[in-house]
């Protein structure tokens, strides 16, 4: 079982920054891509960004944030980060941390942080 705890979410004006983490427990997450996705109100789920494991490190962003977020990882934490900069009321929404299983292992999920960005 893994357990995904976000943190670092909050309300910040257009052009701020923030850093979401996304610690891991319950088993080491090195070898799993890790991805952040955001759900705002009345909308889908969609993917922000992700990061392959087993020190791979390539990266990989939706369109809208390329060039404002960046995903790293750090295995001796067992944490996985999201830097958010020059954030836009656009990107207001729900952000989620998501271990992609594979083989036996399922998918699993944090519990969200709230980002709010204010124009």
């Known amino acids: 079982q893994v357990q995904l705890v976000e943190s670092g979410g909050g309300l910040v004006q257009a052009g701020g920054s923030l850093r979401l983490s996304c610690a891991a427990s319950?088993?080491?997450?090195?070898?799993?891509?890790m991805g952040w996705f955001r759900q705002a109100p009345g909308k889908e789920r969609e993917f922000v960004a992700a990061?392959?494991?087993?020190?791979?490190?390539?990266?990989y962003y939706a369109d809208a944030v390329k060039g404002r977020f960046t995903i790293s990882r750090d295995n001796a934490k067992n944490t996985v980060y999201l830097q958010m900069n020059n954030l836009k009321p656009g990107d207001t929404a729900v952000y989620y941390c998501?271990?992609?299983?594979?083989?036996?292992?399922?998918?699993?999920w944090g519990q969200g942080t709230q980002v709010t960005v204010s124009s």
């Open positions: 998501k271990l992609e299983g594979w083989g036996r292992t399922p998918d699993y």
């Open positions: 319950g088993r080491t997450v090195n070898a799993y891509r």
């Open positions: 990061i392959r494991g087993s020190g791979g490190g390539n990266t």
